[in-house]
């Protein structure tokens, strides 16, 4: 089970954001993904393996940690960034499973 | 530019059956795993099913196995979710995805409604 805090980030533009996915296991070699989805649109891969960045995500966008704790981290935020975002293991085997989700909204 | 688009959502009574498409283009389908993610306000994202670039490994979320049967075609380039013993927990967003446990790719979706 994966499960993301906060459920509801407000913050203003320019600000930095942190997000937290906490697992109730280990996480096979590291394997989790950030999604970015926004109203009415299909979910966008941010981050995959933990810690890399997706093809054309900018840099203000990283990920961070291993085992069962891990930090998606947006500096500087912009307009276009608040949305609700998931993270995602997908370790040795199935179920590959989302947590609930953050929202970032803003203040 | 790399394109999923999904057709194929409706309004089922449950016990009903129904067959999603997913349309790819811009990439080399049969070099890709593909996946199918479902999305509701009540369960939020879930990974239904996957099947491999060549189609010999197929998996299934414990929810759907032994009602939904994933397949593809190569020559058309389209990935098929056939839905069936549909329950009202299965409705929501069907995502097809490119990927076999992390996706790069999604298309828009298709809504399932299963209701009587």
């Known amino acids: 089970v994966l499960t993301q805090s906060p459920g509801t980030l407000s913050l203003s533009p320019g600000e930095g954001a942190t997000l937290s996915c906490r697992a109730s296991q280990s996480v096979t070699g590291n394997y989790l993904a950030w999604y970015q989805q926004k109203p009415g649109q299909s979910p966008r891969l941010l981050i995959y393996?933990?810690?890399k960045r997706a093809t054309g995500i900018p840099d203000r966008f990283s990920g961070s940690g291993f085992g069962t704790d891990f930090t998606l981290t947006i500096s500087r935020l912009e307009p276009e960034d608040f949305a609700v975002y998931y993270c995602q293991q997908y370790g040795s085997s199935t179920p590959w499973t989302f947590g609930q989700g953050t929202k970032l909204e803003i203040k | 530019e790399v394109q999923l688009l999904e057709s194929g959502g409706d309004l089922v009574q449950p016990g009903r059956s129904l067959r999603l498409s997913c349309a790819a283009s811009g990439f080399t389908f049969r070099n890709y795993a593909m996946s199918w993610v479902r999305q509701s306000p009540g369960k939020g994202l879930e990974w239904v099913s996957t099947?491999?670039?060549?189609?010999?490994?197929?998996y299934y979320a414990d929810s759907v196995k032994g009602r939904f049967t994933i397949s593809r075609d190569i020559p058309s380039n389209t990935l098929y979710l056939h839905l069936s013993s549909l329950k009202p927990e299965d409705s929501g967003v069907y995502y097809c995805a490119r990927g076999l446990n992390y996706y790069d790719y999604w298309g828009q979706g298709t809504l399932v409604t299963v209701s009587s």
């Open positions: 393996g933990a810690s």
């Open positions: 099947i491999s670039f060549s189609g010999g490994a197929i």
